[in-house]
């Protein structure tokens, strides 16, 4: 009978060694005469003596949780998510949407981190993406949250998050903005020389400027028509705004366009392209000046039905009193006439309000169709535009049209100073919920959103006012103060019931009994959170399992379904009852294993790891590890 003693580190004070071989949770002990161990012997755990860590320990089963930024559902203006344009984007604490390791463990600077990452990764609004000069082009949406330990009297209390919107626009203008084709099958040649995309073919064009979308802090563009506009021919064109979409292919064609875009027989069309897609455009369109945008018209709710998809619905702007300076127009303005010598389309974009504007060649501006102005001159849900959602948050210049020698300008485009030019060779996945949406297939999240009764053509009961409408939320000085940063760590009726099922974070974030988080303070473009108090989960309670690694015997690890060298297993309390700090642990009856030698066994080193039960290394042992063992 023999007892073995081993420990990664044999002086008497607790400082471990540094080396590789010398962790507290993993180490080799090397013999400097040979052990001989008789055949037909056992080996049983004696004891044990280590150091554990109050560390944290992250997974996909704690840290998920959800952001939402918008108006607060629950308020007499939402009284339910439907009553928004937002939803809670998914997140989880350390990357974007789920861990890419099973297991993070660390202290709570790195849980800090931890969480800041998560919360980066599901920030889409343009009003929350801060980039720096200094921010590595791989992390393309850093977010304004900010995430500081709140104490008293030098105690952690739990977390303090600071949400800070963006507030500074700027304009860029045609000498730096390019047009990226959109065409799908390539056969629409332009060129792109300062702002100005020119065709070069019969076809036409169809393009997208892909750099700067339109700022929600009244961010503004101007797109000058007027090189498309023949009055004597019937060439058609379109100009707008859309969000960025990847390359979808059908038998027929290929397309960039959201994969639920259902073309309609109601769709603006141009020769060669057939309907065009657009979250909001202005078209000559047979001749007439029409405004499109993207929504549904569906009788059925059912998010499957086909005519629940996307397609692009017409805005009437013409023909009636909330618009007196195209009443008379029966079917639009005439653009083949254009007795007003109209050339550019001035875009306003006030947080959820767009507001479209036309220029005429003396720099006039007459409104040509918006939500508030139209509506409070008797404009019914077909006649305003809808507000702008989670889906359109990253909207991007388009222009198309027919024919050969045709230009397209943009004058100048606002977009937030902080915010990314657009690279194409990260893809939209990593700009804007759509992008991630769609580069995940997710788009049923977009579309759950852009299926609400506000979006919905068919819709003309819904909402508080039961008119189908939903009044689009402003921008206040320079920030949109209703609303609101909240994070959503345990599911939600309220905020989702579907999309923050897997939400399990209370814990971590600190809101064990206040799930939806509650701002202490939010003013001027700032949301101050502050966490409930910390709870037990900052402490690694897992049990931990002894690993010997160099001898025959033989165990079943059931977790992973596979032979192990696990010889015990330590408790999640030691002998005095401690959890954390120096633990001493020794079984009350020894459980001897057989070794399985059936000759004599020479051992010159014993290798010990301290594992978790999946046998990854409990990296939150340190200082000095003592194992004793006992082989008969």
Not at 153 to 159: K, T
Not at 243 to 264: C, F, G, H, M, N
Not at 324 to 331: C, H, L, P
């Amino acid at each position: 009978m023999s007892l073995v003693v081993t420990s990664n580190d044999f002086r008497e004070n607790n400082n471990p060694n540094t080396n590789q071989v010398s962790k507290a949770y993993s180490y080799q002990n090397n013999l400097l005469n040979t052990l001989r161990i008789p055949k037909n012997s056992q080996i049983a755990f004696q004891s044990a003596k280590i150091t554990r860590n109050s560390e944290i320990t992250i997974d996909k089963a704690n840290a998920q949780f959800n952001h939402y930024f918008g108006v607060p559902v629950g308020t007499v203006t939402a009284p339910t998510i439907k009553h928004t344009t937002q939803t809670s984007f998914p997140a989880c604490v350390g990357s974007r949407g789920s861990l890419q390791n099973q297991r993070t463990v660390g202290n709570i600077e790195s849980l800090r981190e931890n969480i800041q990452l998560g919360i980066n990764a599901a920030s889409y609004n343009p009003a929350l993406i801060q980039i720096t000069p200094t921010v590595p082009a791989s992390i393309v949406n850093p977010t304004s949250t900010v995430i500081t330990e709140n104490k008293t009297e030098n105690v952690l209390d739990g977390f303090k998050y600071t949400t800070t919107q963006n507030k500074v626009n700027t304009k860029h203008l045609a000498a730096a903005l390019t047009w990226t084709d959109i065409s799908g099958s390539e056969v629409a040649p332009f060129t792109s020389v300062a702002g100005v995309a020119t065709s070069t073919s019969a076809a036409g064009m169809l393009a997208q400027n892909r750099e700067y979308p339109l700022s929600q802090n009244k961010g503004e563009a101007i797109i000058n028509f007027s090189g498309m506009n023949a009055k004597t021919n019937d060439d058609d064109w379109i100009v707008g705004f859309s969000r960025i979409s990847t390359l979808k292919k059908d038998v027929e064609l290929e397309y960039y366009a959201p994969q639920q875009w259902s073309p309609s027989v109601k769709d603006p069309e141009m020769n060669g392209f057939g309907s065009i897609y657009g979250d909001i455009i202005v078209t000559r369109f047979n001749g007439k000046l029409k405004v499109y945008q993207s929504g549904v018209d569906a009788a059925s709710t059912d998010e499957n039905s086909v005519d629940a998809y996307l397609q692009m619905n017409e805005v009437v702007y013409y023909g009636g009193d909330w618009n007196a300076e195209f009443k008379g127009d029966a079917d639009g303005y005439d653009m083949k006439l254009n007795d007003d010598d109209y050339v550019a389309i001035k875009f306003t974009l006030d947080g959820e309000h767009m507001r479209i504007d036309l220029i005429d060649d003396g720099d006039s501006e007459v409104l040509l169709s918006d939500y508030i102005v139209t509506k409070s001159k008797g404009g019914l849900k077909a006649n305003l535009t809808a507000p702008i959602c989670a889906s359109k948050m990253a909207m991007y210049p388009i222009c198309s049209c027919e024919g050969t020698a045709k230009t397209c300008t943009i004058n100048y485009v606002n977009a937030y100073t902080n915010y990314p030019k657009y690279d194409a060779a990260l893809g939209n996945a990593h700009y804007d919920w759509w992008g991630y949406c769609e580069a995940n297939n997710l788009e049923r999240w977009a579309l759950e959103v852009e299926n609400r009764f506000w979006n919905n053509m068919s819709n003309t009961t819904g909402g508080i006012l039961n008119d189908g409408c939903l009044l689009p939320v402003l921008i206040t000085g320079d920030v949109q103060t209703n609303y609101q940063s909240k994070l959503i760590t345990a599911p939600s009726v309220e905020y989702g019931e579907f999309i923050t099922a897997n939400a399990t974070a209370y814990d971590f974030l600190g809101f064990r009994n206040a799930p939806v988080s509650v701002p202490l303070s939010n003013t001027a473009g700032v949301t101050i959170t502050n966490s409930n108090k910390l709870t037990g989960a900052y402490g690694n309670t897992d049990s931990i399992f002894i690993r010997l690694n160099n001898l025959t015997q033989t165990s079943i690890n059931g977790v992973k379904g596979t032979t192990s060298k696990i010889i015990a297993h330590l408790p999640r309390f030691d002998n005095n009852g401690n959890q954390f700090g120096s633990l001493y642990f020794e079984p009350n009856e020894r459980v001897y294993m057989k070794l399985n030698n059936v000759e004599e066994l020479l051992v010159n080193s014993f290798d010990i790891d301290v594992v978790y039960q999946d046998e990854q290394l409990c990296t939150t042992i340190s200082a000095k590890t003592v194992i004793c063992l006992h082989i008969r």
